[in-house]
T-cell receptor, first 113, second 116 residues
Framework: DGGITQSPKYLFRKEGQNVTLSCEQN?????MYWYRQDPGQGLRLIYY???????QKGDIAEGYSVSREKKESFPLTVTSAQKNPTAFYLC????????????FGDGTRLSIL | SQQGEEDPQALSIQEGENATMNCSYK?????LQWYRQNSGRGLVHLILIRSNEREKHSGRLRVTLDTSKKSSSLLITASRAADTASYFCATALSLLSNFGNEKLTFGTGTRLTIIP
């Protein structure tokens, strides 16, 4: 089945450590997105990518980095500069045109040790 | 700031009743989308309504859009226990004209509980 796979499901970060969240899609979608969700809140956009080897900052990019070397993959690194990283992280993809929905993975929950 | 704001924040109804959730937004949009999120899971797309549409149906779901009032509503008819979830509206704006891609801005959601 086509879909988006996020791993790991749970992740723990130590102080001063960088961690990388994986996102893989087999939907042949051009566009991919990373969101952060805090308890009782909506989603906020961290980074997005329209096409391979190109990505743009979203609303809350500070302390995060991404890469888009392959169409299928859009990993997110939470760096030590992100002082409040505890949250639920969601990856999504879309066909990259107007009036198309986004398809979401099942998320990674990141906590601080 | 949040583009979409859902109302109410929480809603509890008996199984079989209808559930109505509302969403208000601030700027012109390409489309408005509704998503469902079960606890600890990702979002599932329910329905997309374009800015030139006024009403759309999908199974037990009915969505309306009033661009003059900048508001939308989601109606779930004949609710079931499996409908228990959080529901989010998301407004879509064009990111870059040459790519034709869109940015979604999400509201804070309505938590719906269906009582068996």
């Amino acid at each position: 089945d086509g879909g988006i796979t996020q791993s790991p499901k749970y992740l723990f970060r130590k102080e001063g450590q960088n961690v990388t969240l994986s996102c893989e899609q087999n939907l042949n979608h051009d566009a991919m997105y990373w969101y952060r969700q805090d308890p009782g809140q909506g989603l906020r956009l961290i980074y997005y990518s329209h096409i391979v080897n190109d990505f743009q900052k979203g609303d809350i990019a500070e302390g995060y980095s991404v890469s888009r070397e392959k169409k299928e993959s859009f990993p997110l690194t939470v760096t030590s500069a992100q002082k409040n990283p505890t949250a639920f992280y969601l990856c999504a993809s879309s066909g990259g045109r107007v009036n198309q929905p986004q398809h979401f993975g099942d998320g990674t929950r990141l906590s601080i040790l | 700031s949040q583009q979409g704001e859902e109302d109410p924040q929480a809603l509890s109804i008996q199984e079989g009743e209808n559930a109505t959730m509302n969403c208000s937004y601030k700027t012109s949009i390409n489309n408005l989308q509704w998503y469902r999120q079960n606890s600890g899971r990702g979002l599932v797309h329910l329905i997309l309504i374009r800015s030139n549409e006024r009403e759309k149906h999908s199974g037990r779901l009915r969505v309306t859009l009033d661009t003059s009032k900048k508001s939308s509503s989601l109606l779930i008819t004949a609710s079931r226990a499996a409908d228990t979830a959080s529901y989010f509206c998301a407004t879509a704006l064009s990111l870059l004209s040459n790519f034709g891609n869109e940015k979604l801005t999400f509201g804070t959601g309505t938590r719906l509980t269906i009582i068996p």
